[in-house]
């Protein structure tokens, strides 16, 4: 079975610290996705990449980076973490079949609180 | 710009009876895909079901069928003989034909099952 792995189930952080999530997958996805939840809005996309050190904006990216030096790691960073990012954050992972077939597979998601 | 709808924040069902949960959506594509995910409390997202708007048939999987109605833009979830473990939320999602790998996303409905 495919693994999506996020370091982090629950991280608490403080305003204005630099925060990193982790998200490593094991089954060599060309895709990797960063997603926030919030309740009443469902997901919403970061950012995603379909190579290594490519990266493409989604729909909310200000206030976030991300790295991907190796295939199998996909890193969130918020630069200066505010409260209004105390969220859910979900990584995905899929392998692009070019015809909307590919299936995304997610990680069991990061419970961020920014105090 | 698509949107998808979910009018219903929460849904109750009675164990081995059968629930609908409704999922609307605006495009103007005439070409697309949809999707219901199931997040459990694990909070690990897992795609239920998928139905290309090019086909015809209602997709099905065991328990699992939609009701598609492109004129009306509407895909709604059916759930079958329904058990404990279908307690969850669901999540209907939306993505064009073209290479983005975008979703558009519902706000989900929680679906109790009662014992």
């Known amino acids: 079975d495919v693994k999506v792995t996020q370091s982090s189930r629950y991280l608490v952080k403080r305003t204005g610290e630099k925060v990193f999530l982790e998200c490593v997958q094991d089954?060599?996805?060309?895709?990797m996705f960063w997603y926030r939840q919030d309740p009443g809005l469902g997901l919403r996309l970061i950012y995603f990449?379909?190579?290594?050190?490519?990266?493409e904006k989604g729909d909310i990216p200000e206030g976030y980076s991300v790295s991907r030096e190796k295939k199998e790691r996909f890193s969130l960073i918020l630069e200066s973490a505010s409260t209004n990012q105390t969220s859910m954050y979900l990584c995905?992972?899929?392998?692009?079949?070019?015809?909307?077939?590919?299936?995304?597979?997610f990680g069991s998601g990061t419970q961020l609180s920014v105090l | 710009a698509q949107t998808v709808t979910q009018s219903q924040p929460e849904m109750s069902v009675q164990e081995a009876e059968t629930v609908t949960l409704s999922c609307t959506y605006d495009?103007?594509?005439?070409?697309?895909?949809l999707f219901w995910y199931k997040q459990p409390p694990s909070r690990q997202m897992i795609l239920v079901i998928r139905?290309?708007?090019?086909k015809q048939q209602n997709a099905t999987e065991n328990r699992f069928s939609v009701n598609f109605q492109k004129a009306a833009k509407s895909f709604s979830l059916k759930i079958s003989d329904s058990q404990l473990g279908d307690a969850a939320m669901y999540f209907c999602?939306?993505?064009?034909?073209?290479?983005?790998?975008?979703?558009?996303w519902g706000a989900g409905t929680k679906l109790i099952i009662k014992p």
């Open positions: 990449s379909y190579d290594v050190k490519m990266k």
């Open positions: 089954m060599d996805h060309e895709n």
């Open positions: 995905a992972s899929s392998f692009p079949q070019g015809n909307g077939n590919e299936k995304l597979f």
């Open positions: 495009t103007s594509e005439s070409d697309y895909y």
């Open positions: 139905q290309e708007a090019y």
């Open positions: 999602a939306y993505r064009t034909m073209d290479s983005n790998y975008q979703l558009i």
